[in-house]
């Protein structure tokens, strides 16, 4: 069974356009996370949730928009998108109460942006 | 600010050679380090992480790594390479922000193995 499972694997937009990203975790973790990975392979965080609360937004632009409908799901909306989007995408969750555990990593959404 | 290091952008090795990444750290308390492994397409697994206690770790596929609070290092080691060990390796830091957690990753490094 796949711990923390991303649709799509891949995704070609075009230019101001709206898609969504779907992750899902089935490893009972209270928090979720999305990284951007771009094209030097450097890997930064966007978001964190927790129990279906937003604790971390790094410097995103607003066009992003996660939402958490329960603790096991964390989706990632991006509105009209641009050139600079393209990356691969990253969820991952852990287990933050009573301590800190390590996170588990998805397989990643490549998008590109034409 | 906490950052992580990897002064090996890219590192060649032959099959069965010794290998040794490098991971540098600026933490100031103690700190959580992981390395993770991502094969090419793939996504992040783990290899490995220090939390505390023995400063020598193991991990999975024969790795390992060796913590150094005097040095702030978190070398990754494996005694003999396999092919298909080429890959992209990060080690990262757990940085405490708001009462959590979020790793912060170094800029990797690139495995290459000669047959």
């Known amino acids: 069974d796949t711990a923390v499972s991303q649709t799509p694997k891949y995704l070609v937009t075009q230019m101001g356009n709206d898609k969504s990203i779907k992750c899902e975790q089935n490893?009972?973790?209270?928090?979720m996370y999305w990284y951007k990975q771009d094209s030097k392979k450097f890997l930064k965080i966007m978001f964190s949730?927790?129990?279906?609360?937003?604790?971390i937004n790094e410097t995103v632009p607003n066009r992003f928009s996660p939402k958490s409908p329960d603790k096991a799901h964390l989706n990632l909306h991006i509105n009209s998108l641009e050139l600079g989007d393209s990356a691969v995408y990253f969820c991952?969750?852990?287990?933050?109460?009573?301590?800190?555990?390590?996170?588990?990593f998805g397989q990643g959404t490549r998008l590109t942006v034409v | 600010a906490q950052s992580v290091t990897q002064p090996d952008i890219h590192i060649t090795v032959s099959e069965g050679a010794s290998l040794e990444l490098r991971c540098n750290y600026s933490?100031?308390?103690?700190?959580?380090l992981f390395w993770y492994v991502q094969s090419p397409g793939q996504g992040l697994q783990l290899l490995l992480k220090?939390?505390?206690?023995?400063?020598l770790v193991q991990g999975i596929k024969g790795f390992e790594a060796e913590f150094k609070r005097s040095q702030s290092s978190f070398n990754l080691r494996k005694p003999s390479v396999h092919w298909s060990d080429a890959a992209e390796y990060f080690c990262?830091?757990?940085?405490?922000?708001?009462?959590?957690?979020?790793?912060?990753f170094g800029a990797g490094t690139r495995l290459a193995v000669h047959p």
């Open positions: 991952a969750s852990s287990h933050s109460g009573g301590g800190y555990t390590e996170a588990f």
């Open positions: 490893l009972g973790h209270d928090t």
């Open positions: 949730y927790n129990n279906k609360e937003l604790i």
């Open positions: 933490y100031g308390a103690t700190p959580y």
């Open positions: 220090y939390f505390s206690g023995d400063t």
């Open positions: 990262a830091v757990a940085k405490r922000s708001g009462g959590y957690n979020k790793l912060i």
